[in-house]
């Protein structure tokens, strides 16, 4: 059998090999000077990764912070107690609509004379009238202007305020 170039010779192999291992070598070479072809790769990814999505680092080691020996737990503070809103408050809010531009004929703030009838009757029914609402001989003040959130001391309030300006 004559050797036609195909057939096996130990010599060829060794060659085959050496040319498989050059071509490799060139490769690398070629492909990322003095680096590791697959480090090469791997930086030039994640190079790109990192300049498209702008990221920061996922990991990032640090040095723990040293936690304080004593950790002072604070404890929260007891929840505030609501303040009853002051009558001038109340009054803004809630009376306001009313009393200060007579609607439904309601009583001025500071007109003494549309008062002057309605305080003679006595605080304590002035503050009751407020607090449950009434109908008089005029309009319909509303219990609490309304405002039914309010409580009776804030309505109160706001009937005090309402006579200091007398
Ligand atoms: C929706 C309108 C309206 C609102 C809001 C309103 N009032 Fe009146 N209020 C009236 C009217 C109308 C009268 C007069 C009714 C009448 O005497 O016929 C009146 C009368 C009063 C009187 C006199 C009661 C009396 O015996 O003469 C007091 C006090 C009073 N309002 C307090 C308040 C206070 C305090 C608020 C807010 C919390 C308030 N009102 C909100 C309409 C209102």
């Not at 809103?85 to 809010?93: A, F, P, R």
């Amino acid at each position: 059998m004559s050797d036609s170039g195909l057939g096996f010779s130990p010599l060829r192999f060794v060659l085959l090999i050496v040319v498989i291992a050059l071509l490799i070598l060139l490769f690398e070479v070629v492909s990322d000077f003095g680096g590791g072809l697959i480090k090469g790769q791997v930086k030039r990814t994640t190079g790109k990764y990192n300049q498209e999505n702008n990221t920061t680092p996922v990991f990032v080691l640090t040095q723990k912070e040293e936690q304080p020996a004593n950790i002072e737990i604070q404890e929260s503070a007891p929840p505030p107690v609501l303040a009853a809103l002051s009558g001038e408050e109340v009054y803004n809010s809630a009376c306001i609509a009313c009393h200060m531009t007579g609607a439904g004929g309601a009583p001025l703030l500071g007109d003494a004379d549309a008062w002057e009838a309605r305080v003679a009757q006595g605080t304590p029914v002035l503050i009751q009238r407020a607090v449950e609402g009434y109908m008089g001989e005029i309009g319909i003040m509303p219990a609490k202007g309304g405002r039914l959130d309010l409580s009776d001391e804030e309505v109160e309030n706001a009937v005090s305020y309402m006579l200091d300006q007398l």
